[in-house]
């Protein structure tokens, strides 16, 4: 471990690099740009720009195309709070209460709470990479098919557990959210599901589409419906915002430490930052004091899933690096650069790269403290967006939309898709049916099935597979517990308090 | 400077095309605006590494005078991509690499397209398979696993895989028949996650391409044990202690009759003049030069073979006949072929 010091030593050396430090704001800079747009997406911008890169040296490279990561991270968040739509899956949740407060005026804070936990936990991320590596990478190999089942079985079930509509309202709502993830190509078969020859359904439901039109589209025509007036107009813009919402962060420490340890360990569990974000909010928001308050604007809500997203997804650089497993499309893109550059991730990275390795652990330091001055001074700003009159605000949102929903694909049978999905998420939150289930289980509905029948495959079908060792057995129980913790808690405040029913 | 650079092409082509009409010798087609390059793949797998670096080498020695831009199109096994460039007639901007789902796609799943949809301009490369096993298992060489193998009842062994109905399961069932014994395959979404799952002992076996498991194996955590080619790889770097790919066997050899290598060519939409593709075939060519294309070759330990016009056409068709008869073997032919 002493040793890991010593390179990352070394590794401030090259990252400190003053063309470096350029690079890193530059990268954060073009970062948040694609993070506001949506559909543009960290992977698109690292994808485009990697070719401009194969002149530079592995190391300023990959800082540069990591920062640009970072920043879209960052920029996700914005248009999370500002028009409830979130650029990337792990920003879902901060929509929850990030929007609501800046419907009613508290953008600037919410956005200073959004940087500054990301911040915190991709730092706690970092610190954590420095000191257990190795260590780290070895769990991560413990899991197959069934761990991993298991693990999104216990993000679902949370949210079934710890949502705050009728259970079965979630319930419908995550149904059909699996429905629409089978559509396409069936790995385990490799067979068309659900496509009735279309050949625009072949690649399924896209998840950024369905996200578009369900929270952008459907927020819109909600919007409209209600007088054509952002309440956040009346917001007042105040440079000190940054400053006084610092001084209320520390207070919820608990929150911040719990969404560390429950986004590290999503990270390096190849589960990703999704599950993370929602986990941590679910759990915020059954245990924090203001739970009740929780989805109508509440700072507690947006630091939670935000530290969470942002640990996972700095850990997951982990796994990347050491088994060369990219855990999500941005890492993907990041791993052909790596190979490019003459670098094969995998165990010996570490040993035979490590001054690349400990160049890309410093910057990662380096690029979240200069990604974090670089959104916070820009917090009044983007805050002030809210002022300008909805009339004009809206059709350059829904142009906004439209171009994100193209590019997602270069199809324009996307932009159709979203506008259906706005009018079905209209509809839906006019119902009180909760948008997020069917969000979670398009994004991870596909990975849950195909670990599920991996593991059914590889134990011959016997469901015992989900409890064949202590790691895959306390994982599962655990979802258990909180997918029947209404029932739960039910039963003991009846046992608590024996009354006549 | 650039847009400059682009007008004065531009002007040569239209040049060109006037000086056609007299001397077609003379005339070369070049391109316009920037190519796009398909990938009927997702990110990170064997076919996007190669188009990724392609469009890197291009664009750093300056081969082509406009952009080359990657676009992974993976929906239906790689369908979507196909039939984008099935559909695009007579584009010569557009170029896809592919996989062997262009002969497995369309059988496995119906979905209309076949490789005489479009216009072949070269073959790359030939991507080769390996039989790996986890380092810790103690099956030092393939005979001794496949003697583990027959002695064990159907389906104790798992073998992971990339896709289902495709190039690794279609390995994996002339595996079984060779020996006579049902494995147990198990698909997983690309080739660098079955390579993890190898080493964490999810499953017994893999047949990983060189380029998927090549850091597995300099670690120490999975062991080739014999080649599905006819023979040996020629590349002699070492790569762990003393053994480089040249010391891994092929499979007929340690008893195990089955060869099986994987198609990296490049195609063009249908329609397009015999110019772009010889503009294409050459720029290849000009590829193959780079001393970056020569290290992932190495790196992966490819079948270095380069093919194009008529040759190429006969190569294809003999490989579909083989797919074809594969497939109809192990029963994954879709009803509606």
């Not at chain 1, 698109?44 to 490279?61: D, E, H, K, R």
């Not at chain 1, 949740?93 to 929007?99: N, R, V």
């Not at chain 1, 520390?250 to 599950?275: D, F, L, N, Q, V």
């Amino acid at each position: 471990m002493l040793e890991n010091f010593t390179y990352l030593y070394h590794g401030f050396g090259i990252a400190a690099d003053p063309f470096n430090i350029l690079l890193m704001a530059v990268g954060i800079l073009l970062g948040v740009i694609i993070g506001v747009l949506p559909g543009l997406g960290g992977a698109n911008g690292v994808a485009i720009l990697l070719p401009l890169t194969f002149s530079m040296s592995p190391t300023s490279a990959i800082i540069l195309l990591t920062c640009i990561y970072w920043g879209a991270l960052f920029g996700g968040a914005i248009t999370s709070v500002l028009f409830n739509i979130p650029g990337e899956p792990w920003s879902v949740a901060t929509t929850f209460d990030g929007h609501p407060m800046a419907r009613s005026g508290r953008a600037g804070e919410a956005l200073t709470a959004a940087f500054t936990s990301s911040f915190v936990g991709a730092f706690v991320a970092i610190v954590m990479i420095t000191m257990i590596a190795p260590l780290v990478a070895q769990f991560a190999l413990r899991f197959g098919p069934a761990e991993k089942f298991a693990v999104y079985f216990l993000a679902f079930a949370s949210f079934v557990g710890m949502s705050k509509e009728a259970p079965s309202k979630t319930i419908v709502s995550m149904m059909i959210g699996f429905a629409l993830a089978a559509v396409g190509l069936d790995m385990v078969t490799g067979q068309l599901r659900l496509t009735f020859g279309f050949e625009e359904l072949l690649n399924g439901f896209d998840f950024l589409i369905a996200v578009i039109g369900l929270f952008g589209i459907g927020e819109i025509l909600l919007t409209m419906e209600e007088g054509l007036e952002f309440r956040g107009k009346a917001a007042k813009i105040d440079a000190k915002v940054v400053w006084h919402t610092w001084k209320t962060l520390p207070k919820y420490w608990m929150t911040s430490i719990r969404s560390c340890i429950i986004g590290c360990w999503m990270g390096i569990t190849p589960a990703g930052a999704t599950p993370a974000s929602f986990m941590a909010y679910g759990i915020a928001k059954r245990v924090s004091k203001n739970g009740k308050n929780f989805g109508n604007g509440e700072i507690e809500g947006v630091i939670a899933p935000e530290t969470a997203a942002h640990a996972a997804g700095t850990s997951a650089m982990l796994p990347m690096l050491a088994l060369g497993v990219p855990g999500s499309p941005t890492a993907a893109v990041l791993l052909g650069g790596l190979l490019i550059w003459g670098l094969q991730p995998g165990p010996m990275l570490f040993v035979e790269q490590a001054e690349f390795v400990w160049g890309l652990i410093a910057s990662m330091y380096l690029g979240n403290i200069v990604g974090l001055i670089l959104v916070l001074t820009t917090v009044p700003l983007f805050a002030s967006i809210l002022r300008i009159p909805f009339s004009i605000i809206a059709p350059v949102i829904l142009v906004i939309c439209a171009i994100g929903a193209y590019t997602v694909n270069n199809n324009v049978f996307d932009v159709v898709m979203m506008l259906v999905f706005g009018v079905i998420g209209y509809v839906m939150k006019k119902t009180n049916y909760p948008l997020a289930p069917l969000v979670l289980a398009i994004v991870l509905g596909d990975a849950a099935e195909e670990a599920f029948r991996q593991s059914l495959l590889a134990s011959g079908g016997a469901i015992s597979v989900f409890w064949s060792n202590p790691l895959v057995s306390s994982i599962m129980g655990l979802g258990l517990v909180a997918g029947l913790w209404p029932l739960i808690s039910n039963l003991f405040s009846r046992l608590r308090t024996p009354q006549p029913a | 400077m650039k847009n400059l650079h682009a007008l004065g092409l531009g002007t040569l082509t239209a040049l060109g095309l006037a000086a056609m009409s007299m001397v077609p010798a003379a005339a070369e087609w070049k391109p316009t605006k920037p190519v796009e390059f398909i990938v009927p793949a997702g990110t990170g797998g064997g076919a996007d590494q190669m188009a990724r670096t392609l469009q890197g080498i291009i664009a750093k020695h300056e081969l082509m005078p406009t952009q080359l831009i990657v676009i992974n199109k993976s929906g239906g096994a790689g369908g979507e991509g196909f039939l984008d460039v099935k559909n695009s007639k007579a584009n010569p901007h557009k170029i896809v690499i592919t996989l062997s789902n262009l002969f497995t796609t369309p059988l496995a799943t119906g979905i209309p397209f076949n490789w005489k949809d479009m216009t072949p301009v070269a073959m790359l490369a030939l991507d080769e398979f390996i039989l790996w096993v986890n380092a810790q298992e103690p099956y030092k060489t393939a005979q001794e696993y496949e003697a583990a193998i027959k002695a064990a009842p159907d389906g104790t062994f798992k073998m992971g895989g990339t896709g289902s109905k495709q190039e690794d399961q279609i390995i994996t069932v002339a595996v079984e028949k060779a020996l006579g014994k049902k494995m147990t395959y198990i698909p997983y979404k690309g080739g660098g996650e079955v390579a993890v799952q190898l080493v964490g002992g999810h499953v017994n076996s893999t047949v990983n391409n060189p380029i998927e498991a090549v850091s597995q194996w300099r670690g120490d955590k999975v062991r080739p044990l014999c080649v599905f080619d006819s023979k040996p790889l020629p590349y002699t770097d070492k790569i762990l202690g003393d053994l480089s790919w040249s010391s891994v066997p092929t499979c007929k050899s340690a008893g195990l009759d089955v060869e099986y290598v994987m198609l990296r060519g490049i195609f063009m939409p249908p329609g397009v003049s015999e110019e772009q593709v010889a503009y294409f075939v050459d720029l290849f060519k000009k590829v193959r030069e780079t001393p970056e294309w020569k290290q992932l070759m190495k790196d992966g330990a490819f079948n270095q073979t380069f093919m194009a016009g008529a040759e190429f056409k006969d190569w294809l068709t003999k490989a579909e006949a083989t797919h074809k008869g594969l497939m109809q073997e192990a029963g994954f032919i879709a009803a509606a072929n």
